[in-house]
Each structure stands twice: as C-alpha cells, then as structure tokens.
C-alpha cells in the first residue's frame, strides 16, 4: 500500500513537472500579448481625444474622464484602460499644433504613445492662393490699361475657381464649364522667380511650361480630376498661357472650351490637395486684440526698432478701447488735433509682463468725424496719420533695418504723403479704414490683424536679422533669419498687403522710395479678400529684389512689377521660414482656419518615463 | 496478504515503473527539445517585437518642406532609420537605428545599433552610438538570418493594395528617396539556420514619411 502511495506520488509530480514547463511557455507569450494590448488601449485613447476634439472644436473645451484618471475602454472585454493627458500648455493651443500623451494599461502592464495633431493653416505653405486671378478690383487690372472687364464683370467671370461653371463672354448669359482665363488676369510667375517651398492653390495654376528652376517643393491644385473642360486631367494641372493667350471678352469664339490638353507630365505637374478654406474675416484676431491684445482704431502707424521697441500712431483710437499695456501712462492716442497727434513708445517685454497675447488689430471706424478724417494744416485730410516721435523721427537715419528720412520734403509728414492725389485708389475714401502703415525689425510672437489694408513701408524684419544674413540682397540667405530665432510675425489684413510705393507724379517728391529697394519681408501671410501687391505697380522704377521670407497666403494674385518688366520688382522669391512648421507659430492665427485636427506624428515614449494616476 | 503476493506486486510495480519512466525519459527529453527550440523562438519573437516596434514608429529626422529622411538606408537584410519609438532616455526626438546581422565577432547575430540624440535647446546637435544591442545571438548550430520585406500601396487596380516593393540601390539617390517616402508597411522576419523556425510580423508604419 505504502508502495502504491509512493508510486503515486511520483507520477503526479512528474505530471506537474512538465505541466509547469509548458506553463512557463505560455506565460511569456501571454506578456507580449498583453504588452501589444496595452499599446492598443494608448492608441485607443489617442482616438478617443480625436473624437472628442472635433466635436468640442477647441482643445480647450475637450473634457474627459480619462483626462483625470483611467478610464475603460468600451466594449473592451479585458481589463483594459487608457488615461491622456494634453501635453500642450493650455495658453499654447492656439499654434495649429497640440500634443497628447496617451497610456494604456492592460493587466498590469502600460505602454505611452505621444500624438501630435495639427490644423491645416496657411503657414503650412510658402505659398497658397484662393483664385489665381487678380482682384476684380485691383486698381488698374481690369480697366484703365486696356482691360475689358468693368470691375462688375471682372467679379462676375473672374472670381470663382477655374473648374466652376462661369459665364463664356460679355456677348451673352451662356455658362461655359469652366472660368473664361482669356478674359480674366493672371500675373505670370517668371523662370528668374525662386518659390522655396510647397505652394498650393486652391485654383488652377496659370503658368508654365519652362518654369522647372523656380519651384523648389511640392506644387499642388485643387482642381478636380477632369477632362481638360470642367476639371484637371491628371497629367496637366495647370493652365499653359501659350496655349490660352489672352482674348477679347467680347467675343464668344475666344471661349476655349478644351483650355487644358492632356500632355506629358513635366516634374513639377502639381498634384492634387483638397481646398483650404480661407476665413472670410479676421473678427476672431479682433476679440483676441481687444481682450488682451492691442485694439487700434482707424489707420494706424506701427514701426518696430531692434531690442523689442514698438512705435505707434493712431489718432482715431481713444483710452476707453486699448489695453493700458498699449499705450505710455498718461498719454492718448487720440487726435483732439488732428494735426497734432501722439506717437507712443512701448516695450514688447513691459508689454508681456503685463499680459499682452502678441494679437495687434486695426479696425476702422465709419465715423466721419474722426481725426484722421479732418482736414490738416495743409488744408487736406493727407496725411491721415502724422507720426510725432522725437527719440524715433521718421526723418532720421538708421542703420538698421537701414534706412534714411522716409520723406525727401512736404509740409506734413505722414501717411498717405500729403500730395496723394483725391482719388488715389489707395486711399481715397479710406481715411478712417483700419490700414496698418509697418516697418521695421520687431522682436516676439505678433499677429497684426486690419479691417482694411496693411501698408508695407520699409524693410520688415526679425530683429535677430542684425546677426547677419541682411547685407547682401544678391546672397542666397537675404532676408532668412536665423533658425534659432523665436520671433514672428503674422500680417492678417482683410484687403490688400501692399508695399506702399505711392505715384511718382505725385509721391516721388516727397516719399523717399529708396528705403524699399531690395525689399525683405519676413512675416507669415493671410491676405483674406485680396493680394500682396505694390502700390502703383505699373508706374514706378524698377526696386531690385523682393523677398519674402515666411509664408504668404492670399485671396488673388496681383502685380509686383511692370509687365515690361522695367519697374517694381524683379524677381520676386518666396522662401518658406521652416520655423512655421511650428518652431514659432503668430498668435491665434491658426485659430481663423476650419480645419479638423488631423494626426500628424505619433511616438511612443520609455515606459516609466511619464507620471500616471493611480492604477485601479 | 502473503510474501509472495507482495513480491508480485512489487514486481507488477517494477514492471510499470520501467515502462513509465521510459516514457518519461523520452517526454523529458522531448521537452528539453521543445524547450531550447521555444527559447530559440522566443529570442527570435522578442527581437521581431523589439525591431517591430521601431519600425512602427519610423519618423523623419527633421520636419519641414523638405522633411529630414525617414528611411536612409534599406536592403533585403538590413535597414536603418530614424525612429520615435521610445528606445532611449530621449522623448520626443527620432533615434537613428541600424538592423542588421553581424557575421561574427562578440556580437554575432540579429543587432540594433543605436545613435541616441543630443538636444540642445529643442534642436538635435549630433548623435552618440549607444552599446550594441544583440537582439538573437548567434550559436553553434543557431545562426539567425535577417529579411525585411517592403510594401507601398498600389491602386494600379483601382482598389488599393499592398504589393512588394524592392528598394532602389542607395546610391541612387533620387530613386532612393523617392521610394522611401512611399514605403507602407515592412514586413521583418527572423530565420533559425539550426531549426529552419523563421519568427516574423509584418508592421504598418504609423507616421508619413
């Protein structure tokens, strides 16, 4: 019996010998599993804060449980968790870019993925269009230098995307598949242009064909697929002008039905990408400027010095509607005597320290009586602005951005120059517009936003440019600033971006044109309803390079120089500032576009390496 | 219950014990086996999940309109990326990582080599090679061989589909970099010379290249 109990004994220990070897076997196939699971319920979480994200809109209002703890994942029917958390400081959302850490954590185990997600914005661009036409209202496009569209017509034939149906000719109300670009403007891009950068349209490109040195990025359209009539065969997304010449609007035969010909692919043949809309208006800059930002009323003059120093005149604008933050203590703005008026010093790190979000917005106001709006001593309401400044005249010199007196002569001194003609079409009746009058070298993260236009009037630099890379307009990194730089600048204006070069019969005498020559613009451009342009750009002399560095985001495209080619600027370059691919981001900015969040990047981070709530 | 009764079943017992123990003997032996060819493919499992795990995480070295490579080298049997992966004490910022297989040498078999990043305010400045990594070390009779497989989505069809994709010698360097930023997926696979067992899995990558 003894024996027997032994015996018995024996095998079921042998039994358990081998049931625990394949045991172990199994337990450390079981660690992975778990350990894959666990990566799944990290990702699971990233998509559940997607989900959430574009049905709250902002990063800000997305609430979750497992923002504050573990939370479930549903329908899981392990033991399986995530927790996320919003990586990106809340005051930090506005970029167009937020991180989210996400743990899951399955039995015991957890694994951490870190998600950037990103809004599509025009800074993603070194260039973006929403028609590649001029303005229906671009002064002189369309009328006054052999045009044949009234401005009407030009909105009516040319404002719409090419692969919309639109009308054939002014002879009758026949609707072609597509726009007439025999009738409408295009400003061509020449093959001494350089665009550093991926551009895109949301229209069909104008252009071509020997134009393979200019583009250095990606080029694409959002012409849909097609026939050549009511869309983009896929080997030809853009429209040859040599193909499609201009024509007279008046006759129906100049209409070409077939404007695109499906022909061999040249390297840079734009591929397609979706629209991106751009805002209608800048009001959502405008609410950030008045809640902790600088709200400017009517045309405004801003200049930016090296160390941080921004100078303003605004005459139109009163104590009761600025942060105090913007304005010296115990001085206004506003112009009792318009002819009199105040120009202010302020310091961007005073300004920060006492909460200013980088937003600057110049409204208009509608009041006819405004300052701006009066007559001066010169008997004229030119100037609208007159600057005032003793310690920054704008009649000195400067070394840098260099520049000399900005006026050769008048008897006021200001913007628009005194001798500007009544009906300029650049300022007549616009005395009380939100126009934004810049140069300079600025310093932080800044949005200037206007309800009109924005005026370029001298070099427009990041101040850390005084490094370096600002003497030679002929070297390849003009105008770039140093990509440790942390400053930027975006320019939202709701009209035109222009760079004012005012008549010579009547501005040359007193504008001192030279300080624009070989211009540099560094700036992150959102033309909403119109175009970068120079002011008169079919009179004036020629100005060397313009560069624009950063990014430039406009409605239209306009004229930068004459078409002989022997005025305003030539060539023109775009180069794309990598630091908005979110080194820097312009304040709020982001936040106009419509964009949902999409995934941009996804890591996964050392276990161990972030804090976690309690395990439950 | 007399002596000889007792004799028979103690010999009865003997009997059965030697015909059970020599079944065991032969289990035992069976599971020895078993045993070394699952930690064989265990070593082989954990480097496919360990390699597998970079590659889902294969990101570009730099951002931008002209984006830093994702992918700088890549062969049949061997790759070398850049990865988000959380190897290193570094988050955030890509590793550069070599799989490949060593002949011989004190690190013979499957390896990852490693260059960690070196951030200096938010912007990489140079890499340092962290310890080789042997993810299966080569054994007599266990010498494990590397394959990568890769596919790029095609819609020649009309639906699309994942086909195999050879990559272009580096050396060409606009072929090169143009099939790299359109590789899908990657498919790694460990083989066992000794035991022919082969681990592989094939990933998705998670991030446009």
Redesign the interface.
């Known amino acids: 019996m003894i024996?027997?109990i032994i015996?018995s004994a024996i095998?079921l220990l042998?039994v358990l010998i081998?049931g625990q070897?394949a045991l172990a076997?199994v337990r450390?196939?079981d660690t992975?599993e778990t350990?894959f699971q666990a990566l799944a319920a990290a990702e699971a979480g990233i998509d559940d804060y997607r989900a959430r994200l574009a049905l709250a809109g902002t990063p800000n209002r997305v609430s979750s449980a497992a923002l504050t703890g573990w939370a479930p994942i549903p329908g899981a029917t392990n033991d399986a968790y995530y927790t996320y958390a919003l990586v990106t400081p809340t005051d930090a959302t506005h970029t167009g870019e937020i991180t989210v850490r996400s743990t899951g954590l399955v039995n015991g185990i957890t694994r951490?993925v870190?998600a950037t997600l990103r809004k599509r914005t025009s800074y993603d661009y070194?260039y973006v269009s929403g028609s590649e036409t001029v303005p229906p209202d671009f002064p002189g496009a369309y009328t006054g230098t052999g045009g044949d569209l009234t401005v009407a017509q030009a909105q009516s034939f040319c404002k719409d995307h090419w692969y919309d149906p639109a009308l054939k000719s002014t002879a009758s109300s026949a609707l072609g598949p597509h726009r007439n670009s025999r009738i409408c403007k295009y400003i061509a891009v020449k093959s001494a242009d350089r665009w550093?950068?991926?551009a895109h349209t949301n229209d069909t490109w104008y252009f071509g064909p020997s134009l393979g040195s200019v583009f250095?990025?990606?080029v694409t359209s959002s012409c849909p697929p097609g026939d050549g009539s009511n869309g983009c065969p896929a080997g030809q997304r853009w429209i040859d002008p040599s193909v499609v010449p201009q024509g007279n609007a008046a006759n129906p035969a100049d209409y070409k039905l077939f404007e695109i010909p499906s022909v061999t692919p040249v390297a840079w043949n734009p591929g397609y990408e979706s629209p991106l809309d751009f805002p209608p208006d800048p009001t959502g800059l405008r609410a950030q400027a008045q809640a902790a930002g600088c709200y400017f009323t009517g045309p405004t003059r801003i200049r930016w010095f090296p160390g941080g120093v921004m100078v303003v005149t605004s005459p139109n604008t009163t104590d009761a509607t600025i942060n105090a933050f913007c304005r010296e203590a115990g001085k206004s703005y506003f112009a009792s005597n318009p002819s009199a008026q105040t120009t202010m010093v302020l310091s961007y790190a005073g300004m920060r320290q006492q909460g200013f979000n980088g937003v600057i917005y110049v409204d208009s106001t509608t009041d006819p009586t405004a300052p701006s709006c009066q007559t001066k001593t010169s008997r004229s309401i030119y100037p609208f602005i007159i600057p005032s400044s003793s310690t920054y005249s704008e009649t000195a010199t400067y070394s840098f951005p260099p520049s000399t007196s900005l006026w050769k002569s008048g008897k006021v001194l200001g913007f628009p120059v005194e001798s500007t003609a009544v009906d300029d079409p650049w300022s007549a009746g616009f005395c009380g517009k939100g126009t934004a009058y810049i140069q300079g070298a600025y310093r932080g993260e800044l949005t200037l936003a206007a309800a009109h236009d924005i005026a370029i009037t001298g070099q427009l630099w990041d101040e850390n440019l005084s490094s370096g890379n600002w003497q030679d307009p002929l070297a390849a990194n003009y105008a770039v600033p140093p990509?440790?730089s942390l400053n930027t600048l975006g320019l939202v204006p709701y009209r035109y971006l222009y760079v004012y070069l005012p008549k010579d019969s009547y501005g040359g005498n007193t504008w001192q044109t030279t300080n624009l020559n070989n211009l540099g613009i560094n700036a992150a451009a959102l033309i909403l309803n119109g175009c970068f342009a120079v002011q008169d750009w079919d009179t004036t002399v020629s100005r060397g390079i313009l560069k624009f560095v950063g990014s430039l985001a406009q409605a239209n495209r306009c004229s930068i120089e004459k078409p002989s080619g022997n005025g305003g600027y030539n060539p023109f370059s775009i180069y794309?500032d990598?630091r908005l691919?979110?080194?820097v981001a312009p304040p709020y900015m982001a936040d106009l576009f419509t964009e949902p969040w999409s995934l941009h990047?996804?890591?996964?981070?050392?276990?161990g390496?972030v804090p976690l709530p309690p395990v439950p | 219950m007399s002596l000889i009764e007792v004799l028979v079943a103690v010999g009865v017992f003997g009997i059965l014990m030697v015909i059970v123990s020599a079944f065991f003997i032969s289990g035992f032996g069976a599971i020895r086996d078993a045993n070394a060819l699952s930690s064989v493919q265990q070593e082989q499992r954990n480097a496919v999940l360990f390699i597998s795990k970079m590659l889902r995480y294969i990101d570009n070295e730099t951002e931008g309109y002209v984006p830093g490579p994702a992918i700088t080298s890549a062969t049949a049997t061997e790759m070398r990326f850049f990865t988000n992966s959380g190897i290193g004490s570094v988050n955030g910022y890509p590793y550069d990582v070599t799989v490949r297989t060593i002949a011989s040498g004190v690190n013979a078999g499957v390896v990852a080599e490693i260059r960690e990043p070196v951030v200096s305010a938010g912007v990489v400045t140079s890499y340092v090679a962290l310890p080789t990594r042997v993810l299966v070390r080569s054994a007599p009779g266990h010498v494990p061989a590397l394959a990568f497989t890769y596919y790029q989505v095609s819609t020649a069809s009309g639906t699309p589909v994942d086909v195999a994709s050879p990559p272009p010698p580096v050396s060409d360097t606009a072929a090169f970099a143009a099939w790299a930023t359109s590789v899908d997926k990657v498919e790694v696979a460990i083989t066992d010379s000794g035991s022919g067992l082969v681990s592989k899995q094939l990933v998705s990558l998670v991030n446009p290249l």
């Open positions: 024996l027997v015996y095998l042998m081998v070897a076997t450390s196939s992975n350990s951490t870190e070194a550093y950068g991926n250095a990025g990606a990509t440790t794309y990598e691919a979110r080194t990047r996804v890591a996964e981070l050392r276990p390496s």
